[in-house]
């Protein structure tokens, strides 16, 4: 076996010693931060304790939610809506929309990045050559009278490597890991809003569709209470004030058509665009209040799984550890860069001995770099960069905060819808009767038609009441699915049972 040569064994001896301070990494090591736990509140979203149910109301979208923390977050929870029609808009979403597209790109972009850089960082440079060269060397350096001048071949394989003695390698590519990991949780992030944003579409689409029904219905009640007294006013049973009066409701009611039809337009626009559609492309569906189902059991995960669920908390938390690892690039800056090479190849003063043993030839290297003069300069970075890692400390802060306020708001909102879904049924049934009390009325001649018309159209007023506490229960019932992260985490799980559900039938 051959043994290296005594000349090249001190070049081995400092590469040794620089591999073994290899273990030690300056700057901060990263630790996920703690959920907040307020210690003095009763319930971990909001100030005052909330009943685990809501309140119920009769007909349609009425019943009473259930908010169970034992419950997790389905990833495909828009299905509990029990809507085929969502259900496959939602799908299609996901599959042909350009921020999706966007994002799935950035993380790609990430990996790759991240990729070079561990290629680039964790291994040593490798480099072949070959070449020839026409030299002339000096009189003073050859002794030669005139100087020597000579063609040299040579071919050589050179490496070089730089010693992360201090960490900056690794901590470099731990910045560009945590960007991968920012990137994949913004994909998360886009996922979720995109869902929350049909299924909302969705359901404002149902509303002012029930909206513009029952506006119609009001319409039309109150134009045959005007040719009513119009009829009347022509036989001098009323005056003009009156006819002039139901003109004027007439024409309050009709005034707000215009707004409810623009309103529900823009709404599909807006939900075609979202879907990954042209706005005036054909076959988005309706969407009716009475086919959708609201849910009535609604999960509520404890602050210590919402932080580890939400994707924009992940990825606040992703751009923290980002900032901390450059900050220890900022701290190794600071002190020397170790760098070995080597070379070992063949070199002669003429083509056809360049391949012989004597042509042979190698060195070994060690190189120290130590900052001097730029010293205030790296400090100055270093400086930068802790104060860049409390700027995304104070951001994940801020992120955590708002997650807790929009759970926080949609419980209440949840009891506040059921608290208005009630009030409204209960003026819709109050409505009801009165009609039913003015038709038996009007059928003995107790009452003029003009009582009846109002009555019809009372009634047809208070469904619009109905109609907008109905959906913003189903609206909000969404948004608490989106505060709590969406579910992704149960996504694989989902594509088992849904590939083992195909593969049966």
């Not at 070994?364 to 700027?391: K, M, T």
Request: glycine residues 6%; proline residues 6%.
């Amino acid at each position: 076996m051959s043994r290296l040569p005594i000349e090249a064994r001190p070049g081995l001896a400092a590469a040794v010693t620089a591999l073994a301070l290899g273990g030690c990494a300056v700057g901060p090591d990263f630790v996920s931060p703690p959920a907040p736990l307020p210690a003095d509140a009763p319930h971990p979203y909001t100030a005052a304790p909330l009943p685990a149910r809501t309140a119920s109301a009769p007909g349609p979208g009425g019943a009473a939610q259930r908010l169970d923390a034992a419950l997790d977050v389905p990833a495909l929870w828009w299905e509990l809506f029990r809507s085929p029609a969502l259900d496959a808009l939602v799908r299609s979403a996901l599959e042909r929309s350009p921020t999706l597209a966007a994002a799935d790109a950035a993380l790609r972009q990430a990996q790759a990045l991240q990729a070079a850089g561990a290629a680039s960082g964790l291994w040593p440079s490798v480099g072949g050559s070959a070449g020839l060269a026409r030299q002339r060397s000096s009189q003073a350096a050859s002794g030669v009278p005139g100087g020597t001048v000579y063609t040299l071949y040579n071919a050589s394989v050179a490496v070089s490597y730089q010693v992360d003695a201090f960490g900056a390698t690794r901590r470099t590519l731990e910045a560009l890991q945590a960007v991968v990991d920012a990137q994949r949780w913004q994909l998360e992030a886009a996922r979720l809003a995109l869902s929350a944003n049909v299924v909302t579409a969705a359901i404002q689409d149902a509303a002012l569709r029930a909206q513009l029904d029952a506006t119609r219905s009001v319409i039309a009640a109150q134009r045959r209470a005007l040719a009513l007294v119009e009829r009347q006013q022509a036989a001098g049973a009323v005056t003009l004030a009156a006819v002039l009066a139901q003109r004027t409701l007439l024409a309050q009611t009709e005034a707000a058509l215009p707004p409810l039809e623009k309103a529900r337009e823009h709404n599909r626009q807006l939900l075609a665009v979202v879907a990954g559609r042209l706005p005036a492309e054909a076959g988005l569906p309706e969407f009716d209040l009475d086919g959708l189902t609201l849910p009535e059991a609604l999960p509520l995960s404890l602050p210590s799984a919402l932080v580890r669920q939400r994707p924009d908390i992940r990825a606040s938390e992703a751009l923290l550890h980002q900032a901390s690892a450059q900050l220890g690039v900022a701290a190794a800056s600071l002190y020397p860069q170790i760098t070995l090479s080597g070379s070992a190849g063949l070199q002669s003063l003429s083509a056809d001995r360049l391949f012989e043993r004597s042509a042979a030839a190698w060195s070994l290297g060690a190189g120290l770099l130590e900052p001097i003069f730029n010293r205030d300069a790296l400090r100055a970075r270093e400086q930068a960069a802790r104060a860049a890692l409390e700027q995304a400390d104070a951001q994940y802060r801020q992120t955590v905060l708002q997650a807790f306020l929009d759970v926080a708001r949609t419980l209440q909102a949840l009891h506040s819808d059921a608290q208005a879904l009630h009030t409204q049924a209960e003026a819709e049934t109050l409505a009801q009767r009165t009609l039913e009390l003015v038709e038996a009325q009007h059928r003995a001649g107790a009452v003029s038609v003009l009582a009846l018309l109002d009555a019809q159209r009372a009634l047809q007023q208070t469904r619009i009441g109905r109609v907008q506490a109905q959906a913003a229960r189903l609206a909000d019932s969404a948004a608490l699915f989106q505060a709590l992260g969406g579910g992704w985490w149960n996504r694989a799980s989902a594509a088992a049972a849904s590939g083992t559900q195909a593969a049966s039938n």
